[in-house]
């Protein structure tokens, strides 16, 4: 089996450059790739269009990325998580391209899957849809929406291994599946690394094939946005 | 007397019927989890990717991997599935979704809906609003009928950004029911102590008022 193994974040990321396309995993802050995106802060990489459904909070994601202007462009869904985002969109220092969270989703991936542009219905007759081309499927509108690809992208797993193959747990899932397919270098990280052969084949979420990189990050801090208990 | 945030909520919970899969947006629509009636079996579903939400956690069940669209954390239920984003706007793009709930901005008497965006002040983003509100079979909005400044939030057009054309089905707000037809808002329920005088004076689209008008029962 090919052993997809790096030893940590610094050498998962040789060769992100300035200007680079990212994709990073993650709904708000759950399932976010927390070393690859510490490591991007320690290299100090710029100009980065980054995709991801969100911004992360001021001080923790992506938001760090934001504070320190490592960030150009980016393309999510919801931002209402992080004040600096929107006062830096706001005063014009940042672009933003803000797309309906499924099309996000399957532009990431359309990318992955090679199908470079397919119709939804979200979006059609709202601002989303200027300047796409929309049409009649059975009397309903629908916009074409093109595939999103990244020149690496960052996924987090709670169990992968040396082959690449990823489980992922709980809704820390959600767009990271997606993302591992569309990335021409796929940095995957996760909580548990063991050798190929220990996951059950019928268990994995992410094939090895999709993934370039893969190594046991540390460390995760795994913060929670809306704390929401109930009495026992 | 007006209704409360729980009382629209409570409203809304009438509306869910056996069976059903319903998504329930960020707001008051969450709280119609708290009132959906005994007996009655639901599924809902939340964009980030879970089938089966259950009710939060106790403080020794709080796991961050596990949290709502709303980024709070949740658990699941028997029967509870996982999955990818791109699977979860399959499910609603694809129609298997049977009811969404969500809130709003502003509605117009077609049904058009408002609510990601106000230029120059708020830049949230839509999230999954434009997806759910384009192939939602069934939709009901909850809302407050009026801006603070007394403006009516129920237009004949929707003066900010739009989410989606000709959507909304239904609305449950603070003063009343209403429902969107061909003609424009028709009004179905009042709030107990709401003339639909009152009603009238708050809706700025056409209000389509038919006999006598119910109190609405909680």
């Known amino acids: 089996m090919i052993n997809k193994t790096v030893k940590n974040a610094q050498e998962a990321l040789q060769g992100v450059q300035d200007g680079m396309t990212l994709m990073l995993g993650g709904f708000g802050l759950c399932g976010i790739p927390e070393n690859s995106i510490a490591e991007l802060l320690r290299l100090g990489v710029k100009d980065l269009t980054c995709i991801s459904n969100n911004a992360g909070v001021d001080d923790f994601g992506i938001g760090l990325l934001l504070q320190k202007r490592q960030v150009k462009k980016m393309i999510a869904s919801y931002v209402g998580e992080n004040a600096e985002f929107e006062r830096q969109l706001l005063s014009g220092e940042l672009e933003v391209e803000l797309i309906p969270q499924g099309t996000l989703a399957e532009r990431v991936r359309a990318g992955g899957a090679g199908i470079p542009a397919f119709f939804t219905p979200a979006g059609y007759g709202t601002e989303v849809g200027n300047g796409k081309e929309s049409r009649e499927f059975n009397g309903k509108m629908y916009l074409m929406e093109e595939w999103l690809r990244a020149d690496f992208a960052f996924v987090k797993a709670w169990k992968g291994d040396t082959a690449g193959n990823l489980i992922y747990k709980g809704t820390a899932r959600n767009f990271n599946p997606m993302m591992a397919t569309a990335g021409k270098i796929t940095v995957a990280e996760v909580e548990e690394l063991v050798p190929a052969g220990e996951l059950d084949p019928n268990m994995i979420h992410t094939p090895g094939i999709f993934v370039q990189r893969i190594f046991q990050g540390e460390k995760y801090e795994k913060r929670i946005e809306q704390r929401t208990v109930r009495q026992a | ?66 949290i709502n669209a709303g980024k709070q954390t949740i658990t699941t239920l028997p029967g509870s599935s996982i999955f990818s984003s791109a699977d979860s706007f399959g499910m609603i793009r694809g129609e298997h979704v049977d009811l969404t709930i969500l809130g709003a901005m502003e509605v117009s008497e077609k049904g058009d809906i408002a609510n990601w965006k106000i230029p120059g002040k708020m830049v949230k983003g839509m999230g999954g609003a434009m997806d759910l509100v384009a192939s939602a079979k069934n939709i009901i909005v909850a809302m407050q009928h009026t801006a603070r400044d007394g403006s009516s939030k129920l237009l004949k057009e929707c003066t900010l950004p739009i989410t989606g054309l000709q959507c909304v089905k239904k609305i449950v707000t603070d003063l009343c029911v209403m429902e969107v037809t061909d003609k424009g808002f028709k009004l179905l329920e009042r709030a107990p102590g709401v003339t639909v005088e009152d009603i009238q004076k708050a809706t700025e689209g056409t209000l389509i008022i038919e006999g006598e008008i119910p109190e609405v029962e909680l």
């Open chain 2, 1 to 66: 007397m007006a209704l409360d945030k729980n009382q629209i909520a409570k409203r809304i919970a009438k509306e869910v019927k056996n069976g059903m899969y319903v998504n329930l947006g960020i707001g008051i629509p969450t709280l119609v989890a708290n009132y959906i009636p005994h007996g009655i079996e639901v599924v809902l579903q939340s964009e980030n990717g879970l089938l089966g939400m259950g009710p939060f956690p106790t403080e020794d069940q709080v796991d961050a991997d596990l």
